[in-house]
Protein backbone atom coordinates (compact mmCIF):
# COMPACT_ATOMS: atom_id res chain seq x y z
CA UNK A 1 0.00 0.00 0.00
CA UNK A 2 1.53 3.64 -1.09
CA UNK A 3 1.68 7.06 1.07
CA UNK A 4 -1.66 8.34 -1.11
CA UNK A 5 -3.50 5.23 -0.79
CA UNK A 6 -2.70 4.80 3.17
CA UNK A 7 -3.86 8.97 3.55
CA UNK A 8 -6.82 8.37 1.44
CA UNK A 9 -7.92 5.45 3.83
CA UNK A 10 -7.31 7.23 6.60
CA UNK A 11 -9.57 10.69 5.18
CA UNK A 12 -12.10 7.68 4.56
CA UNK A 13 -12.61 6.20 7.77
CA UNK A 14 -12.99 9.54 9.13
CA UNK A 15 -15.29 10.96 6.54
CA UNK A 16 -16.95 7.65 7.41
CA UNK A 17 -16.83 7.99 11.22
CA UNK A 18 -17.94 11.76 10.94
CA UNK A 19 -21.36 10.67 8.75
CA UNK A 20 -22.40 8.55 11.60
CA UNK A 21 -22.13 10.95 14.48
CA UNK A 22 -24.15 13.51 12.10
CA UNK A 23 -26.91 10.88 10.76
CA UNK A 24 -26.94 10.30 14.43
CA UNK A 25 -27.40 13.49 15.53
CA UNK A 26 -30.35 14.41 13.64
CA UNK A 27 -33.65 14.00 15.37
CA UNK A 28 -36.16 11.50 14.04
CA UNK A 29 -39.18 12.60 12.22
CA UNK A 30 -41.78 10.84 14.97
CA UNK A 31 -40.41 13.01 17.56
CA UNK A 32 -43.29 15.64 17.59
CA UNK A 33 -45.92 12.69 18.04
CA UNK A 34 -44.20 11.44 20.79
CA UNK A 35 -43.71 14.82 22.32
CA UNK A 36 -47.11 15.79 22.09
CA UNK A 37 -48.59 12.49 23.89
CA UNK A 38 -46.09 12.55 26.44
CA UNK A 39 -47.11 16.43 26.98
CA UNK A 40 -43.74 17.89 25.95
CA UNK A 41 -45.03 21.78 25.75
CA UNK A 42 -42.51 23.06 22.93
CA UNK A 43 -42.05 26.87 22.71
CA UNK A 44 -42.00 28.86 19.55
CA UNK A 45 -38.31 29.72 20.26
CA UNK A 46 -37.35 26.14 20.54
CA UNK A 47 -39.33 24.69 17.12
CA UNK A 48 -37.50 26.72 15.36
CA UNK A 49 -34.07 26.17 16.87
CA UNK A 50 -34.74 23.11 16.52
CA UNK A 51 -35.89 23.20 12.84
CA UNK A 52 -32.21 25.15 12.19
CA UNK A 53 -30.24 22.61 14.07
CA UNK A 54 -31.38 19.92 11.92
CA UNK A 55 -31.58 21.34 8.56
CA UNK A 56 -27.97 22.45 9.62
CA UNK A 57 -27.48 18.49 10.32
CA UNK A 58 -29.58 17.76 6.88
CA UNK A 59 -27.71 19.77 4.86
CA UNK A 60 -24.32 18.55 6.26
CA UNK A 61 -25.31 14.98 6.09
CA UNK A 62 -25.53 15.99 2.14
CA UNK A 63 -22.24 16.91 1.58
CA UNK A 64 -20.40 15.12 3.50
CA UNK A 65 -22.31 11.82 2.20
CA UNK A 66 -20.98 13.29 -1.32
CA UNK A 67 -17.45 13.86 -0.18
CA UNK A 68 -17.34 10.09 1.43
CA UNK A 69 -18.74 8.83 -2.11
CA UNK A 70 -16.63 10.84 -3.93
CA UNK A 71 -13.26 9.89 -2.04
CA UNK A 72 -14.73 6.13 -1.49
CA UNK A 73 -14.42 5.83 -5.58
CA UNK A 74 -10.94 7.76 -5.93
CA UNK A 75 -9.64 5.11 -3.67
CA UNK A 76 -10.72 2.43 -5.95
CA UNK A 77 -9.15 4.00 -8.85
CA UNK A 78 -5.64 3.69 -6.90
Given at each position: ?SV ?6 I???L ?15 S ?5 A ?8 L ?5 K ?11 W ?5 M?LT ?6
Amino acid sequence: MSVPQLVLSIIDVLACLFLIAVVLLQSGKSAGLSGAIAGVADTFLAKNKAKSWDAKLAKMTKWVAIGFMVLTFVMCLL
